[in-house]
């Protein structure tokens, strides 16, 4: 019977999420130009907090989830006097690396992103 027990989870597939905890530095890649943003994630669990810094939005706090390798986060921040809508979405391939499509809405609905950990 413990052998059985063994067997069977050893074939079960385990979805372990990434800490993606720390400090990025991103890229990103709209249709109006490029970005450096800084994002710092902090994470319990699947849930994500944390803050997106960026020349066009300042300090914005970010809400998301991790799940497995998948991410996503977004926020409302203030451009000009204009609120807008962003979320990312995106695959973690690495500790330290990741990347994605992104969408501000009103704006850009085919931004891409990529990322890597300080």
Known sequence: ML????????CMPFAVAADVSGTWHVTVETSQGSGSPTVVFQQQGEKLTGTFNSQLFGDVKITGTVKGNA???GFE???GGQTIKV????TIDSPTTMKGTAVYAGFDDK????????
């Open 3 to 10: 052998k059985l027990i063994c067997t069977l989870m050893l």
């Open 77 to 79: 921040g203030d451009a």
């Open 87 to 90: 979320g990312y979405k995106g």
């Open 111 to 118: 931004a891409t992103w990529s990322a890597t950990k300080k």
């Open 71 to 73: 991410i996503e986060f």
